[in-house]
C-alpha cells in the first residue's frame, strides 16, 4: 500500500494553481443524468472519488468521453437507474444520483452509503424530501428504491442544514411539477456552482446560496458546457500548510469569495494575507499563534478545515480551542497527530490543542480524507521523517499533492 514520507522542516515557497472542486464537480457530474443531452464539464479534478462517480454513471449508461481535465457526459441512454453497494460503499456521494434518477426516469435504486469515519451520516433529510414531492420509497436489502410517476413540486423544510441533501433536492426538483422551496438549505459554494449549471441547463432556480431556494420545474433540461469552480478547501489546506510551515506562498485560480473565514483564521494567526480576483498571497514571518475555530455551516468555518487547523496549532504559540459541530467522530487525526508529539485533549466535541515549539516524525496512518490532509500539514513542520500510511484517503480529494507540495519546496515523496 503506497504511502507518503516527509522531510520535515522546510518553509513552503512558491506558487501553486488551484484545482477543480470535489464536491461541487460530484453533484454537477450526476447532473447529466437530469437531461438527454451531452453535458462537457472542464476544470474536473483528476480524484479517486471523481473517477467513482464516472464509474457510476458508465454503469447506468451513461456515455462518458474522458480528458485529463474535462469530461464529456451523454445520458440520453440510461438502461438502469442503479446505484450498487460496491461503489457507493467507496464513496457516499453515489447518493446524489438518487434525485436525478427519480425526477427523470420514475424510478431509481440507489444502495444506502453505510458506515463513515467521521459520523453516522444518514440520508434521512433526502428520502424525506423526495418523498414530500411525491416519491414511494422503501428500504430493501440495503437500497434505496424509489419511485415516481413525475414528482410534484412542495414546501421541504430541512431541519438540519444538509449540502448534498439540498444538491439532491434541488436536482429532483428541476423536473418536478409545479414549483419546491426548500427551507433551511445549504448555502455552501458549491451547492451554488451546481446551481449556476442547472439553470445553464435550462432550470428555473433562484434563492442559491441563500438558506431559501425556490425551483419551478420544466418538463426537460437542455446540455450545457460549465466549468467547475476552484477547490476552496483545497485553497484552504494549501494556506494552512504555508503558514505552518512559516513559508510565503501564492495561490492562483483561487476562489477568494469563499475562503472568508479561513483566511480570516489565518490572519488571527498571524499571516499577512493578500487577495484579490483569484490570487491569494500568504506569508508567515514568525511562529503561528494559537487560533480558535468553531465549525459551523458555510458560511461559518467549513467542517472540513477542522483538521488542517488543528494541525496548525499543534506548533501555535499558545492554546487553541477546535470545537466541531457538524460530525460527532472527526479527531481521529487527534491520536495519529499525538504520535507526532502533539499534545491535544479532547473534552466532548471540543479539542483543546496546546501548541508545541515543535514536532518529532514517525509512522503515522490517515482515517479520513482532512485527517490525512492534517497529517501531511504536521509532517511538513515536525523534525525527522514522518511517514503516512493509507494515502489513498488522500487521493480521494487532492490532486497530485505531494508533486505540487514538491514545487513548493516540501522534501516529500510516495513510497510503496
Ligand atoms: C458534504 O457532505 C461534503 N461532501 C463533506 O465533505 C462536508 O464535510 C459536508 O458536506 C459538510 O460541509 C460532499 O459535498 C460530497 P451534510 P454531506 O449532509 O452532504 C446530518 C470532504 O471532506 N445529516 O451537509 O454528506 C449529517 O449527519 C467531505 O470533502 C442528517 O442528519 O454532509 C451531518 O451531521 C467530508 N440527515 C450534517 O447533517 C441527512 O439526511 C451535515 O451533513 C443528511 C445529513
Known amino acids: 500500500m503506497q504511502k507518503l514520507s516527509i522531510q520535515g522542516g522546510t518553509r513552503l ?25 451531452p453535458v462537457r464539464i472542464s ?47 467507496t464513496m457516499r456521494a453515489s447518493i446524489l444520483t438518487l434525485g436525478p434518477l427519480v ?3 420514475g424510478e431509481a435504486r440507489v444502495s444506502l452509503p453505510g458506515g463513515c469515519a467521521i459520523g453516522e ?97 420544466v418538463s426537460a433540461l437542455f446540455g450545457v458546457e460549465h466549468a467547475v ?7 484552504g489546506t494549501f494556506l494552512a500548510a504555508a503558514a505552518a510551515t512559516r513559508g510565503e506562498v501564492t495561490l492562483t485560480g483561487a476562489p477568494v469569495e469563499s475562503l472568508d473565514a479561513v483566511m480570516e483564521k489565518l490572519r488571527e494567526a498571524g499571516a499577512r494575507i493578500e487577495a484579490a480576483d483569484s490570487t491569494v498571497r500568504l ?27 488543528i494541525a496548525l496549532n499543534t506548533v501555535a504559540e499558545g492554546t487553541a480551542l477546535v470545537t466541531e459541530t457538524i460530525f460527532e467522530n472527526r479527531f481521529m487525526h487527534v491520536q495519529e497527530l499525538r504520535r507526532l508529539g502533539a499534545h491535544i485533549d479532547i473534552q466532548g466535541n471540543t479539542a483543546v490543542v496546546h501548541g508545541m515549539e515543535a514536532l518529532a516524525g514517525a ?14 500539514i504536521a509532517g511538513l513542520v515536525a523534525d525527522g521523517t514522518t511517514v503516512i500510511d493509507r494515502i489513498y484517503h488522500l487521493d480521494r480529494g487532492y490532486e497530485h499533492i505531494e508533486s505540487r507540495l514538491g514545487e513548493l519546496g516540501a522534501r516529500i515523496a510516495r513510497v510503496a
Open 283 to 309: 506569508s508567515m514571518a514568525a511562529r503561528p499563534k494559537a487560533v480558535s475555530v468553531r465549525t459551523a455551516p458555510h458560511p461559518g468555518f467549513p467542517t472540513d478545515m477542522q483538521a488542517q487547523f
Open 103 to 105: 425526477a427523470r426516469f
Open 121 to 217: 451520516r444518514p440520508v434521512d433529510l433526502h428520502i424525506k424530501g423526495l418523498t414530500a414531492m411525491g416519491a414511494e420509497i422503501a428500504i430493501e436489502s440495503g437500497y434505496i428504491h424509489a419511485k415516481a410517476r413525475r414528482l410534484e413540486g412542495t414546501r421541504i423544510f430541512m431541519d438540519t442544514v444538509t449540502v448534498t441533501g439540498t444538491e439532491n433536492l434541488m436536482m429532483a426538483a428541476c423536473l418536478a411539477q409545479g414549483t419546491t422551496v426548500l427551507e433551511n438549505a445549504a448555502r455552501e459554494p458549491e451547492v451554488i456552482d451546481l446551481a449556476r449549471c442547472l439553470v445553464a441547463m435550462g432550470a428555473k432556480i433562484r434563492g442559491h446560496g441563500s438558506d431559501v431556494i425556490t425551483i419551478e420545474g
Open 229 to 235: 469552480m476552484p477547490d476552496r478547501i483545497e485553497a
Open 43 to 89: 476544470n474536473v479534478p483528476q480524484l479517486n472519488d471523481v473517477r467513482t462517480m464516472v464509474k457510476l454513471l458508465q454503469r447506468m449508461g451513461v456515455a462518458v468521453e474522458a480528458h485529463a481535465h474535462a469530461v464529456t457526459l451523454d445520458a440520453r441512454h440510461v438502461a438502469e437507474p442503479f446505484a450498487p453497494y460496491d461503489l457507493v460503499k
Open 13 to 37: 515557497a512558491g506558487e501553486v494553481r488551484v484545482a477543480g472542486a470535489k464536491n461541487a464537480a460530484l453533484p454537477i457530474l450526476a447532473a447529466c443524468l437530469l437531461t438527454a443531452a
Open 363 to 376: 509512522t503515522v496512518m490517515a482515517t479520513d480524507l482532512r485527517a490525512s490532509a492534517s497529517l501531511v
